[in-house]
């Protein structure tokens, strides 16, 4: 947090919320929907194995991440190039967990 708050510009700073006064409803709704869009891609893929689902899940998740990044950067003023980076990979990180309890999931017998 403090890494991306480094790389965030004066403007994204102002009207970024405190952690404190986060409405914690949409942060874990919006987590939710991105759980259920790897379940749903592993199920049509026929991801059955935690290997397989880590790989697929970083693969997912930085390309997600590489799109939307990219995008934002283009159009707003509110973070570095590095912390775009530094997201991408991150992202690719919290996918390939997730993607490894998901390639598990999907393999039970």
Do not use: C
Not at 16 to 27: H, I, L, T
Not at 45 to 59: E, K, M, N, Q
Not at 81 to 89: F, I, Q, Y
Request: proline content about 2%; hydrophobic content about 55%.
């Amino acid at each position: 947090m403090d890494f991306m708050s480094q790389h965030t510009t004066t403007a994204a700073q102002a009207i970024m919320r405190p952690e404190a006064e986060w409405p914690w409803w949409a942060m874990i709704t919006g987590n939710f929907g991105l759980g259920f869009l790897l379940s749903y891609v592993f199920s049509k893929s026929g991801t059955t194995s935690v290997s397989a689902g880590a790989l697929s899940g970083a693969i997912v998740m930085f390309l997600f991440s590489f799109s939307v990044d990219l995008m934002m950067y283009a159009q707003m003023n509110i973070f570095d190039l590095t912390s775009a980076v530094v997201d991408m990979l991150a992202s690719a990180a919290i996918g390939a967990i997730v993607g490894a309890v998901l390639g598990w999931w999907f393999g039970r017998k």
